[in-house]
C-alpha cells in the first residue's frame, strides 16, 4: 500500500488537492508571519503532503517546525528521505508524543481522528486543518469494482472543542493513463480489501479510467471561549 500510494501522487493526480490546501495553508497562518509556528502532520504516511505543505509555508516566509507521526514505520522510511528539515516519528493518532498546548497547526489528511489528543496537542486558538474524502469520490472507480457502488458518507461539521473557520472543496475529473497508475490508486484505498475477486479482475483490464475525485477540506479553530459556530 505505501509504495502504491507514493507511486501514484507522485504521479500527480492529486496535486490539485495539495495546490488548493497549501494556499489556504498560507492565506490563514499569515498573521503569524515573523514568528516560528510549530506543525504537526498526524497521519502523515509516506509524507507527500507534509512535504508540500512545509515547503509552501517556508516559500511564504512563514516560519515553522513541521513533525509528522504515523503508526507505519514503512511509510515514515520514505517520509525521511524527502526531506530532512522535517521531524518524522512512529506513534499513534491517538496517543501523540507531543506536548499539552504546543502546536499552532495540525494537519489531518485522510487519516483517523482524535478529537481529545487533537484538542490536547493544539494551543486555544489554533488550527486544524482535515481533508476528507466528499460523497462522490472515485465513483467511477467505484462502479467499475462493485455491482452496487456506495457514495461516501459525509458526517456532520461540529467538532467538540473546534469552530469551523472555513469549508473548500476540490472536485474534478482525472485521466488515470495506465494499468499501472489504476492499480495503485485501487491498492492504496480500503476497497482493495473490500472488493471480490470479480471486481478485481474487472478493474485489472482497464488500461485508462476517467473518475472524479472529491475532496473538502475543513479548518478549524481550537475555542478560546464559545465563538458563534461558521456556517456551512
Not at 20 to 40: D, P, T
Request: hydrophobic content about 40%; charged content about 20%; some cysteine.
Amino acid at each position: 500500500m505505501v509504495r502504491a500510494r507514493q507511486e501514484f501522487l507522485n504521479a500527480g493526480y492529486y496535486q490539485p488537492l495539495c495546490r488548493a490546501l497549501c494556499m489556504a495553508l498560507i492565506r490563514l497562518c499569515a498573521s503569524q508571519k515573523g514568528q516560528c509556528i510549530h506543525v504537526l502532520d498526524a497521519g502523515c504516511g509516506e509524507g507527500y503532503y507534509t512535504t508540500q505543505i512545509a515547503q509552501a509555508l517556508w516559500q511564504a516566509d512563514i516560519m515553522a517546525e513541521i513533525s509528522g507521526v504515523d503508526i507505519s514505520k514503512f511509510a515514515l522510511d520514505k517520509a525521511a528521505r524527502k526531506n530532512s528539515q522535517i521531524t518524522y516519528a512512529v506513534a499513534s493518532i491517538f496517543h501523540l508524543p507531543v506536548a499539552d498546548q504546543s502546536l499552532d497547526l495540525l494537519l489531518n489528511l485522510f487519516a483517523p481522528y482524535c478529537n481529545e489528543e487533537f484538542a490536547r496537542v493544539l494551543r486555544p486558538g489554533g488550527l486544524m486543518a482535515l481533508v476528507i474524502p466528499g460523497e462522490a469520490h472515485l465513483w467511477e472507480l467505484k462502479q467499475t469494482v462493485y455491482d452496487q457502488p456506495y457514495r461516501n458518507t459525509v458526517k456532520g461539521y461540529e467538532l467538540d472543542g473546534f469552530t469551523l473557520q472555513e469549508k473548500q472543496e476540490v472536485s474534478t475529473v482525472i485521466h488515470l493513463r495506465s494499468q499501472k497508475d489504476i492499480d495503485n490508486l485501487f491498492k492504496m484505498t480500503p476497497y482493495y480489501y473490500k472488493t471480490s475477486e470479480q471486481g478485481y479482475r474487472r478493474i485489472s483490464q482497464l488500461d485508462t479510467l476517467d473518475t472524479q475525485i472529491q475532496f473538502e477540506s475543513l479548518f478549524y479553530r481550537k475555542n478560546i471561549n464559545n465563538p458563534e459556530p461558521f456556517q456551512v
